[in-house]
């Protein structure tokens, strides 16, 4: 994927996990697209490494991953600050 897509795709799964995860969170648009991307990365990790795969495109099954991955960066940042 592009870095366009994976700025679209950041942007979806961080508005899935925030939506999930609802908090006092008082970052907008850009934190939103880091919580995704950074989820991405997070959960294309873990999914390796227990094998459900990777994100690597666009696809539901990669969303999927990502919004996990989402949700746990997005858990342990909160416990963290």
């Known amino acids: ?3 366009l ?3 679209v795709f950041g ?3 961080g508005i899935i996990a925030r939506v999930i995860v609802p908090g006092s969170d008082s970052g907008g648009f850009l934190w939103t697209i880091v919580i995704g991307i950074v989820g991405a ?3 294309g990790f ?5 094998g459900w795969g990777d994100v690597t495109s666009f696809d539901l099954k990669s969303m999927g991953i990502a919004v996990l991955g989402a949700i746990v ?5 909160r416990a963290a600050t």
């Open 5 to 7: 897509s994976w700025i």
């Open 1 to 3: 994927m592009g870095w």
């Open 46 to 50: 873990i999914g390796t490494q227990i």
């Open 11 to 13: 942007l979806i799964a």
């Open 73 to 77: 960066f997005l858990v342990l940042w």
């Open 41 to 43: 990365f997070v959960g």
